[in-house]
C-alpha cells in the first residue's frame, strides 16, 4: 500500500511568488492535516479536512495560505505571496476516521522542504 | 494553551541507553506520541501510550508517563547507531479531532 506522498520535495522561490503543495493521502483516509516545522522550532498544526471539509484551521497563520481537498482525496496548500518567514517544511499526514476521543495514527509523509528567497 | 517541551540533543555512545523526555501541559485525557524522523524522510510513529498508563515496554523502547508531573520519556535500550535521528513527542489533544501538539524535536546522536 502506497504511503502519504508530497510533492515537490523541494521549492525555492521569491519572495512575493506563489508556490502550491501538494498532498495525496493513503487511500481510504478521511482525516488529512497539514503541519509545519520552521527551522528547528516544534512541528505545528496548520489545519485538518475530514474527506473535503475543513474540521479545523485553526493552525492557518494568515489569508496568504490557502488549502483545498478537492473531492475528499488529494490536498493542496498554496501560499500566496510568500513570505521569508514561511521557508520550512510542510508535512501532510492522514488517518482513517476516528471517533473523538480514540488512537488516532497519523500517517505522514516526507514533507516539502520550501524556501523563500 | 497546549505546550510541549522537549530538550533539542543528546548524544550516546553505541550500546549505552538512550533517554528522551518531553513535558507537556494539557490535561484532558490523550494520547501520547513518540514519532522519529531519519534525514529526508517523514515522521514515523514509533510507540505511544495513553495518558491513563503508567509504561510500556515495545522491544528496545519503554515508555514512561507520570501524569501528575505531565513528564513522559522514551528509554531506548541498547542504542544503535541507526537510532541516530530527531525523536519528535507529542500529543494528542481530546475531543479536537485528533491534531497532534509536539515538541521541538531531540536530536539523538549515537557514536560508535
Known amino acids: 500500500e502506497a504511503g502519504v506522498t508530497q510533492f515537490p520535495s523541494h521549492s525555492v522561490i521569491e519572495k512575493g511568488q506563489t508556490v502550491t503543495l501538494r498532498c495525496d493521502p493513503i487511500?481510504?483516509?478521511?482525516?488529512l492535516y497539514w503541519y509545519r516545522r520552521v527551522m528547528g522550532k516544534e512541528i505545528k498544526f496548520l489545519l485538518h479536512?475530514?474527506?473535503?471539509?475543513?474540521?479545523?484551521e485553526s493552525g492557518m497563520p494568515n489569508n496568504r495560505f490557502l488549502a483545498e481537498r478537492t473531492g475528499g482525496t488529494y490536498s493542496t496548500l498554496k501560499v500566496q505571496p510568500a513570505e521569508l518567514e514561511d521557508s520550512g517544511v510542510y508535512f501532510c499526514?492522514?488517518?482513517?476516521?476516528?471517533?473523538?476521543?480514540?488512537?488516532?495514527?497519523?500517517?505522514f509523509g516526507p514533507g516539502t522542504r520550501l524556501t523563500v528567497l | 494553551g497546549e505546550d510541549v517541551e522537549q530538550s533539542l540533543f543528546l548524544s550516546v555512545r553505541e550500546g549505552d541507553s538512550s533517554v528522551i523526555n518531553c513535558t507537556y501541559t494539557?490535561?484532558?485525557?490523550?494520547?501520547l506520541y513518540w514519532y522519529k524522523q531519519e534525514p529526508g524522510a517523514g515522521l514515523q510513529l514509533l510507540t505511544y501510550?495513553?495518558?491513563?498508563?503508567d509504561m510500556k515496554q515495545d522491544q528496545r523502547l519503554t515508555v514512561l508517563l507520570n501524569k501528575k508531573d505531565k513528564h513522559l520519556s522514551l528509554r531506548i535500550a541498547d542504542t544503535q547507531t541507526g537510532d541516530s535521528a530527531i525523536y519528535f513527542c507529542?500529543?494528542?489533544?481530546?475531543?479536537?479531532?485528533?491534531?497532534?501538539?509536539f515538541g521541538q524535536g531531540t536530536e539523538l546522536s549515537v557514536k560508535p
Open positions: 499526514a492522514s488517518s482513517p476516521k476516528t471517533g473523538r476521543s480514540s488512537y488516532n495514527e497519523q500517517f
Open positions: 487511500s481510504g483516509h478521511d482525516n
Open positions: 479536512f475530514v474527506k473535503e471539509s475543513k474540521q479545523d
Open positions: 494539557d490535561s484532558s485525557s490523550t494520547y
Open positions: 501510550i495513553f495518558s491513563n498508563m
Open positions: 507529542a500529543e494528542g489533544i481530546y475531543n479536537q479531532g485528533g491534531k497532534l501538539i
